[in-house]
């Protein structure tokens, strides 16, 4: 599954690299709101979250469905600026009803296809029907859609407020550190970009990121398969520090293509015993299996949402988790009378490099 960006005949100029306040401020929100994601900073998001305010904690948890399984599309910019505030600025031009799908999408789930004909602020089945997928998820989810539903400019208000509180917090202090790393990566980026070609670039970005033969399309390894035109906007490459090991496209008709990647180095693993590997590899020898695990590197999921978006049975659903659970691939959590699979990325990441020093040992 791929996603394409179509860059045939566009200008090199309109391929830019550049760094974001914006997005590595939501790149650090999903460290804390998924800290098992990023082993790497796990020490770092258990001190912020010690340190936070009660009132500022409450409302990254009221807020999180916008940075936790998925980035919202405006938090992504295509035309970063120098600071935050120019960028929340920018945010706060967009208009209610885009900024309000863009949110739903990813409060939701389910993509950008319930809410694609109509808006949910004015038209009555959409907004059911975001309130429906809303409640399939839990009841934060609900609340938060339907206060954005009811009153979007206040909710705009009160999540920029929130990204302000957060750089007071801690994020400014963190930025000053980082913006020198990413300096240095788009450093390299650009040199290529402009003495060896597009190309080049793209493989410092990623083994996910390519470009076709005919230059016309860049190629991105993502969970969905689909297509976004860069003609007109162009496209942008944003590093970070703190979104490894993700790799984060905005494609949604409307918006101008992104793609955040990452340009930190992963830590270190512990090596695990052969039959733990062998185990995991007959998990995965599925094709269902590695359909279920495509979405769940998304964030978490219930067993519903994941026999909704594959068309499967819940017991059939259930069969599969509980054979990916058993190797150690999927963690549950409770939440109220919902349980949430996630991937264990960890060890699922490290599965190549476990076999060779297994059979090496």
């Known amino acids: 599954m791929t996603l394409r960006i179509d860059i045939s005949g566009l200008p090199s100029g309109r391929v830019r690299f550049a760094a974001s306040p914006l997005a590595e401020l939501t790149a650090m929100l999903h460290v804390l709101a998924e800290p098992g994601h990023h082993p790497q900073f796990a020490d770092r998001a258990a001190a912020i979250w010690s340190g936070l ?125 980082v913006s020198v790393h990413l300096a240095t990566d788009l450093r390299l980026k650009n040199d290529l970009l402009r003495h060896q070609g597009l190309e080049a670039a793209l493989a410092s970005v990623s083994r996910a990121v390519t470009l076709t033969p005919d230059g016309d399309c860049i190629i991105v390894d993502k969970l969905q398969d689909t297509a976004a035109s860069a003609h007109g906007s162009g496209v942008t490459f944003i590093p970070t520090v703190f979104g490894r090991p993700h790799l984060v496209a905005v494609h949604t008709p409307g918006w101008h293509p992104v793609v955040q990647y990452p340009v930190a180095e992963p830590g270190p693993t512990e090596p695990v015993s052969l039959d733990t590997v062998t185990l995991r590899l007959e998990a995965l020898a599925h094709p269902v299996r590695l359909r279920l695990l495509r979405t769940l590197a998304r964030g978490p999921h219930t067993p519903r949402e994941l026999a909704h978006t594959w068309g499967l049975s819940p017991p059939e659903v259930s069969r599969h988790l509980a054979v990916l659970r058993r190797a150690g691939l999927l963690t549950t959590r409770r939440h109220g009378r919902y349980v949430r699979y996630s991937l264990n990325l960890t060890d699922l990441t490290t599965l190549g490099s476990d076999l060779l020093a297994a059979v090496q040992r």
């Open 53 to 177: 305010r009660p009132e500022l904690a409450e409302r990254l948890r009221e807020a999180e469905f916008l940075w936790r399984s998925s980035q919202a599309d405006f938090l992504i910019p295509a035309r970063p600026r120098p600071t935050l505030a120019e960028e929340l600025d920018d945010v706060d031009r967009i208009d209610d009803a885009t900024y309000a799908t863009a949110a739903l999408v990813t409060t939701c789930g389910g993509g950008t296809g319930h809410f694609a004909a109509r808006s949910p602020l004015t038209d009555a089945a959409t907004r059911r029907r975001a309130l429906d997928l809303a409640q399939a998820r839990g009841g934060r989810q609900e609340a938060f859609a339907e206060r954005l539903l009811a009153d979007p400019a206040a909710v705009r208000a009160r999540i920029r407020e929130t990204l302000e509180q957060c750089a007071e917090a801690f994020f400014d202090a963190a930025w000053a550190g």
